[in-house]
Each structure stands twice: as structure tokens, then as C-alpha cells.
């Protein structure tokens, strides 16, 4: 009995296929593959109900190295072919693999709609702030000043903040991870595995030919206590090397503090609830950024919701 | 000065061979709901009948003005009916607009009945007249019969509790019930459905009833009419009053077909949609059908549309989407993404006017080389186009047929006249359809994702959830039997070859077409899609005044049926008709090396039967 169930326990080795992935050495696919099948053998889900679809660029390429369904789709619209599946046969657990560009440029519409009807979709969008396949051009989320081959005198627009739209499109699972940290990733998705809705990952991911280090100040081991905060439902907002620092509410404005200066205790430190229907604060914490305030990771909003079809 | 109110000189009961009649009126007339019930009237009594309703582009055009002028034209009568009519015997004009922009398709000595209430200085004005016409001479060709349809109704309905604006809502009932005296209809029948539309308001019923009747008691006692005029009933057509007879547009023959189709089939019905003058209602048809196994998706724009159609026939759904030309240019990658991951998938697209946005409320065939070559690299699919509003349940079944047996993208070809024509129709038993085998694969061992059928050349249809079988699809060339990408240039040119086969060999199992009108005739006439009923009038009115004309009409445009370049070569002449600049004639010069002539019109409206001939015998004298 015992090894009949061991035997039937499936591994990360079983949702890998036999295809060798042929992204840049170091490139940080690697590590999300591994963390994605690392959570597909938690769930439990066996190969055969779990899709992997997936638009145009490097990201994309990640259904052919895992061993579920995939469909490798056009640029921009994997939603809408996860869409029909899921629709068709709601059984499947559908997964969305999906880049800056493909997800916010080309297929904005789509990633904005699949989450406005909460569609029991789950998306991750690897975000490495530059278009890769196509070697280097600027992103939706390449940072204002950066010099790329389709921007030689620096990046003039806006960024897409990819957390923030996906708040205001209304995803009922929203969370942002980075591609150093397998135990955070394997734990958000985890939790996305069981979720019943519109699911989106922001996952910060090095692009180590055309954009090296772009997430270093936050993500690198020795920066990241200090300058990132993980959130945690019900636990109050803390970061720093010696967990000496903590976020505040002061009349409706975020502000760091140093725990024990001005009398500051615990206490006083705002407390993440990410399953409140209210995304005010979902919304504020989206537009944290370093080096103002620590950058958040970890699920901002996790809620119940109907979900479409 | 034209006499109104004379009765005119006729014999009793006098018999007609046909009947064409309009409706027209003002947007807020009723005028659609009239002409609806005195077609589906026409179809009860046995008569062949077509319907052609036109309204306004705009949803809310000014009141009295041309602009806003709502039409629905019924042509009615025995078994040589394939049109709505080019002329009108009889117009029913409930304002002076709808009465100028119908005027010029009024036959000579026609009638033409007008709502004279309607012709005050500031709706004559609307409608660009200086004059009233109901005084001066211009309708002096016409029998006009000028009635007070607002009053005489008001009349009727004094004391029903209605207020006077709602009361001149049942006007159009008033004009219905003359025109079914005249053209005799059953009143039963007419009752019977106003009390089921108005079952929860009782005293609209009441007051529509009531309108109906003063309109037939008028006619009865006006003499206006020495007597009603008995039109031919068919005898080809087989009129079922019991069952399920129904007057249907192509737009909802289409929508029926996919369900009978996936029922068939016996898989789940998907829908991806998006909404699009002339092709929504094949969208909002299949929302009417509340079942687990019809599912409708009204998506974010086309894309998304045909993207979600495309997930779900890899899911295992009978998967169509419905558009209309810029639409369909909208979907051209994903079509693609269908015919390189060998996908079944059902395209309907309902043509109107372009380039670009264009007429889009007018009809036109121009989107036969957009399904045809629309696309990026070698992407052959079939494409079939219906003839008439039932053959679009016809080509939509045989479409969704095609798709499963070869695994791939088909676009039927609509258009707007054929979307919102309508004719009466009897939806076939299951038993009678065409078998749509799906086979599955389910055997994991030796399991290779393109590994063809070697008669069909199909691939094997893997659907997720399956164990043992999966496997990666997409855009990307595949490996000609794994499936697994593949940059090799050989194998590149092998499933180029591999997947224009697979098209190419449809065409020995499709039927020649038949040949109407006179097969030993030397002119050949060939048309496709809506402009079928046009051409066949005109070539049997031709054979009729001793011009041998033969005529084939096409369904399956990709590839054509094995041996049509065989029985087009036997005639010395060969015409080509259709509402675009020679597409279907660049096809068949090209395919045939046929010295292939043209007749086109892209007035936004089909031909009429007079211009086919006019431009055929003007042709034939040319190079005779």
C-alpha cells in the first residue's frame, strides 16, 4: 500500500519533458520552470489536466519544456486560447505563460479582459522589462532613461505598472515574485494552483543578454532584506536586515519608520490583509517602489469571487 | 390628378401568378414586426416566399426624414420565387418619405397605398417634397389609395383606455389587416400571434386585434377593391403546418446548423464571438438556446474571438466563430494558427461592402480572395459559399463536416442579404443529416500527434484531459509525423505539400453542381453565394424568350469539385456574374486558362433579374 502511493506521487521530474530549454545560459526561465513544475507536482494535478499556453518570446518557449498540454499560441493572445479551454472543458487547470511585451503591449487588451471576468485563469507574466526574442527593444515596462536598440537616446514613456493594472482589471489572485527566490515562487503558486479565479503573477526575471541585473537592487541576496517587503496576510509589514524597519499608515500616506525611534512599536506598523473585497490598499502598496520604499512581494490580493463561465 | 378612393376595374377573385409587396414607414412605424407577419402568413398558406427588410444604418435616424425610413419587402407566390423581387406590385407607404425613396421600384400601374395622415407641410418637407404628391400629377402612373390609417385606427380605439400616441402604435395592424383582405390571409392565424406577443398586456392585444380587423372590414367595405386577388400557391414546396416550419434568415440557418452539427457530432457546441454588422445574430441566435451543450463567448474584440475558438476546438469543442469582412481580416493569424495546429473550426463570414468599414449595412461578395489568400504563407483551407438563407444551414453542416473529417479551418461565406433575407424552411431530423464521425485518439502507446490518416490526411484530434497524450502544439513548423517543432527546410516543404494535399483532396468527394436553364446551350452563366435566385430568374426568363442559357452555381469555392474545369470547357462561352470585380473569374481563368467574362455590380444591392439579362444579352451579342 505505502509503495503503491509512493509510486504514484508525482515529482517535478514528471512535468518535465524531454526537451532540452534553449533560453541564454542563466537566463531566469530556468529557475521559474523549475518552481512552476516544482508546484505542479504539489498539486497533485495529474499531466494530463494541466495546460500550459503560452504567446510569442522567450517566455513563451516554456511550454515545450514541461510534459502537461501546451499550446504555444500567437503574440499576445494566449488568454483568449486559454479562454476557450477553459471554457470548454472546465476540468483543465489552465495556465498562462506570458512576457512584458506579449502580455501588456500587443495582448494588453486580453490580459486586462480575462481578469476583468475573473476567468479561472491563472497567468504569469515574466517580466524582465525588455523584449528578448527580438533582441532588445524597449518594453511597457522598460524603466524611463534606458537605452535600448529601439530607444538609443533612453526610454521616454511611462512604465506599465503590470500589479497596478492588474488590481484596476480586477484579478481576484494577485501577486509579484522574482525568479531569486524558488521558495516564494513555489509558494505563491501553490496557492494560485488552489485558487478559483483570475489569477496574476508578476514575476521579475533577469534577462541576463539584453538587460543584466535589471532587478538586482531588490532581488540580489545581500539587497534584498533591506530594500524589498514581503507581504504576509495578517502579519504586519516589516523589512530590513534586522527586521528593524516597518511601514505606517499616517493619515492615508505610507511612510517607513524605525521600529523602536518615536516610540514606534510593532504595533503601530500596518498590517497586510490581502483578502479584503476593499483594494485601497492593494492599490497603494502596487505603487511602492525603491529606493522611496521597499519593494513588495508576495500576494497583495487573494479573494473569493463568482468566476466566469 | 390621380382618383383616390375609386374602386378599380377587376374580375372576381382574380388569380396571381406572384405578388411583391413593401412595407415602409417611419423607424417607430412597426414596419419590420408588419411585414414579418404578412410574410410568415404568406408561407402558411403554401406560397413560395422571400423577404428583404431594409432599415436605417442608424439606430435612431430623425423622425420623417429618407434617412430614417424603415422597409421590408415580401415577394410572394408558386414554385419560380428565388428573389424578394426587383419591382414592387404594391407599396404600403405610412409616411411621405418612405413613400419618395420607394417610388422609383413601383411598377406602372401599381399600388400604392399611403397613410394620408402623415402628409402634413412639415413631413412633406422632411421628405423633400414641394408639392404634396397625394395633388399634383406625379403619381399620375399609379394607382394610389390615399386612407386616414391614423384616424380611421384612433376611430377604432376610441374608448379602449389607450392614449392617443399609443393608439397610433396599432396603426400598422390597421394597414395589415387591409393588405390581408386584399391578399386574402388567414385571420385566425394573425390573432393567434398577437395574443401570444402581447399576452402579458391584454389591452395592447386588444387594441392590436381591434385595428386589424377595422383594416379588413375596411377593405371588405370600402370598396376600394372590387375583390381580393388569389395568389399561386407552390407545388413544390412541402408546407408542414404542424411541425416545425419556420421563416428563416441565413444568419439564423447558420446558427441552427451549428447546433445540429455539434449534436450530431455529439460534442459540446463553443461560439466565439464578437459583434459585427451584418453577423451578429448568429451570435445572439445561438444565446436564445438555453442548453449545458451550446456555449456562447462574446469576447473582446475579433481576436479574442477567434482565439477562444481555436482553444476550444483543441479542447474538444465543435468550435465556429461568425464575422464579417473586417472581422475576418482580424483573424487571419489565428485562422492561420488553426491550419498550421491542424484545428477544426467553423468560420462564418457574413460579407457586406468594403474595403474597410465601407457600406456596412449593404450587401457585397468582395471577400472571396480575403478567404482565400488573407493569410501569411501557404494557408490553404475549403471555403464554401450558401445560395440562399437555407443553404447557409446547408454550407454552415457541411462546413462543421469538413473541419472534424480533416482537421481544419473552413470559412463559409455569407453576406448581408443572405443574413437578413429570410424564406420558410423546415429544420431537418437528426436522422436525415449528414453522419459527423469524431474520432478521438485515445491510445497512448505509439502515439504521435501528426501521424496522418492516410485516406483524409487528417491528423489524430488529442484533446486535453486525455492521459498518455500529451503533447505541445502551436505556430512553430512541425516535425511532419511527432508534431515536435521543427527549422528543417525539407521537412518544411514536405508539410507544406502535406497540408495543400490534404485541402486539394477534398475535391473528388464533392458533387459537380447541377446545370439549370438549357445544358446544350454554348453560354455558360456561373455565380456563387446570394446571387443564386438572380441568376436562375435570368436564365429561365432568357431560355423562356429563346436565349439558350445554361447555368452552374458554385458552393465549394476550395478547392472546386473534381471535374468542374471539364463541364465548364464544354461551353464556347463562359459569364461569370457576381457582386465584386471578377473574383471567382480570376480564380477560374487562372485554375482553368478559361477565357472567362464578367458581370459585376457592387451597388451595395444585389442584381436584379432585369440587369442580369440586360448585361448577358448584350454580352451574347457581342460576340456573336
Known sequence: MIANLASSELTRQDFLSNCDPRWCPGCGCFSILRSLTTSFANAGIPKERQVVVSGIGCSSRLPYYTSAYGFHTLHGRAPTVAMGIKLTNPELSVWIVSGDGDALAIGGNHTMHFMRRNSDLKMMLFNNQIYGLTKGQASPTSPPGLKTKSTPYGVTDNPVRPVSLALASGATFVARVHDKDNAMMEAVMDEAQQHKGAVFIEILMNCVTFHDGAFDHVTAKKERDSHSLQLKHGEPMIFGQEREKGIIDRQGQLQVVEIGQSGITERDLLVHDAYSEDTALAHRLALLEYPDFPFPFGIFRKVDAPVYG | ?624
Open chain 2, 1 to 624: 390628378m390621380t382618383e383616390t378612393l375609386q374602386p378599380i376595374n377587376e374580375t372576381k377573385h382574380q388569380l396571381l401568378d406572384e405578388l411583391t409587396i413593401k412595407f415602409a414607414g417611419d423607424s417607430g412605424d412597426g414596419i419590420q414586426l408588419t411585414g414579418q407577419r404578412f410574410a410568415e402568413l404568406s408561407s402558411q398558406v403554401g406560397e413560395v416566399v422571400r423577404t428583404m427588410p431594409d432599415f436605417p444604418a442608424e439606430i435612431r435616424a430623425p423622425a420623417g426624414t429618407i434617412g430614417g425610413v424603415s422597409g421590408f419587402q415580401i415577394r410572394t407566390g408558386s414554385d419560380n420565387v428565388h428573389t424578394h423581387g426587383d419591382r414592387l406590385d404594391v407599396l404600403v407607404a405610412m409616411n411621405p418619405a418612405s413613400l419618395k425613396s420607394n417610388l422609383a421600384k413601383v411598377k406602372r400601374n401599381g399600388i400604392i397605398l399611403v397613410n394620408q395622415d402623415t402628409f402634413s407641410e412639415r413631413n412633406l418637407a422632411l421628405a423633400d417634397y414641394q408639392t404634396s404628391p397625394l395633388v399634383d400629377e406625379s403619381l399620375q402612373d399609379y394607382r394610389v389609395f390615399a386612407l386616414s390609417i391614423t384616424k380611421l385606427t384612433r376611430a377604432a380605439l376610441k374608448g379602449s383606455g389607450l392614449s392617443g400616441k399609443e393608439m397610433d402604435r396599432a396603426k400598422n395592424f390597421f394597414a395589415l389587416g387591409l393588405i390581408c383582405w386584399l391578399f386574402p390571409k388567414p385571420k385566425t392565424a394573425v390573432y393567434q400571434w398577437i395574443d401570444k406577443k402581447f399576452a402579458t398586456k391584454t389591452v395592447f392585444a386588444q387594441a392590436n386585434r381591434k385595428a386589424f380587423d377595422t383594416g379588413w372590414n375596411y377593405g371588405e367595405t370600402a370598396e376600394l377593391f372590387a375583390t381580393p386577388y388569389e395568389i399561386k400557391k407552390a407545388t413544390k414546396l412541402k408546407v408542414d403546418h404542424t411541425s416545425k416550419n419556420q421563416f428563416i434568415t441565413g444568419n439564423a440557418a447558420a446558427a441552427s446548423a451549428l447546433v445540429c452539427a455539434a449534436r450530431k457530432a455529439g460534442l459540446p457546441l463553443f461560439l466565439g464571438g464578437y459583434p459585427i454588422t451584418p453577423a451578429t445574430e448568429v451570435m445572439q441566435e445561438l444565446l436564445k438556446i438555453k442548453a449545458p451543450d451550446v456555449k456562447v463567448f462574446q469576447a473582446e474584440d475579433e481576436i479574442a474571438a477567434i482565439g477562444s475558438t481555436v482553444g476550444a476546438a483543441f479542447a474538444g469543442a465543435l468550435a465556429a466563430t461568425s464575422t464579417s469582412g473586417p472581422g475576418l481580416a482580424l483573424m487571419g493569424e489565428f485562422i492561420n494558427l488553426a491550419v498550421i495546429a491542424e484545428l477544426p473550426l467553423v468560420i462564418i463570414n457574413v460579407q457586406r461592402a468594403g474595403p474597410s468599414t465601407g457600406l456596412p449595412t449593404k450587401t457585397e461578395q468582395s471577400d472571396l480572395m480575403q478567404a482565400l489568400w488573407g493569410r501569411n504563407g501557404e494557408s490553404p483551407l475549403p471555403i464554401l459559399a450558401a445560395k440562399t438563407p437555407q443553404d447557409c444551414f446547408n454550407m454552415t453542416y457541411e462546413a462543421a463536416r469538413l473541419a472534424i473529417h480533416y482537421m481544419t479551418p473552413v470559412i463559409v461565406l455569407s453576406d448581408l442579404y443572405l443574413s437578413a433575407s429570410a424564406e420558410a424552411w423546415h429544420e431537418p431530423e437528426q436522422q436525415e443529416l449528414a453522419e459527423i464521425p469524431v474520432h478521438f485518439a485515445t491510445q497512448a502507446e505509439g502515439f504521435k500527434p501528426y501521424q496522418r490518416n492516410d485516406d483524409t490526411l487528417a491528423r489524430p484530434w488529442a484533446i486535453p484531459g486525455t492521459p498518455g497524450l500529451e503533447h505541445i502544439t502551436g505556430g512553430l513548423e512541425k516535425q511532419w509525423d511527432t508534431g515536435g517543432v521543427s527549422y528543417d527546410g525539407e521537412n518544411h516543404e514536405r508539410m507544406v505539400h502535406l497540408r495543400a494535399q490534404k485541402i486539394a483532396n477534398i475535391a473528388k468527394t464533392l458533387p459537380l453542381p447541377p446545370v439549370y436553364g438549357n445544358p446544350n446551350a454554348s453560354v455558360l452563366l456561373i455565380g456563387w453565394g446570394s446571387t443564386f435566385g438572380s441568376l436562375l430568374e435570368a436564365t429561365e426568363q432568357m431560355n423562356q424568350q429563346g436565349d439558350a442559357v445554361a447555368f452552374i452555381h458554385l458552393q465549394h469555392l476550395n478547392p472546386f469539385p473534381k471535374g468542374l474545369a471539364e463541364s465548364i470547357r464544354q461551353y464556347s462561352k463562359v459569364v461569370v456574374a457576381e457582386n465584386n470585380l471578377g473574383q471567382l473569374c480570376q480564380m477560374l481563368r487562372a485554375q482553368f486558362l478559361i477565357d472567362a467574362q464578367l458581370i459585376s455590380k457592387v451597388q451595395g444591392s444585389p442584381f436584379t433579374v432585369d440587369e442580369v439579362i440586360l448585361k448577358l444579352k448584350l454580352m451574347m451579342e457581342k460576340s456573336s
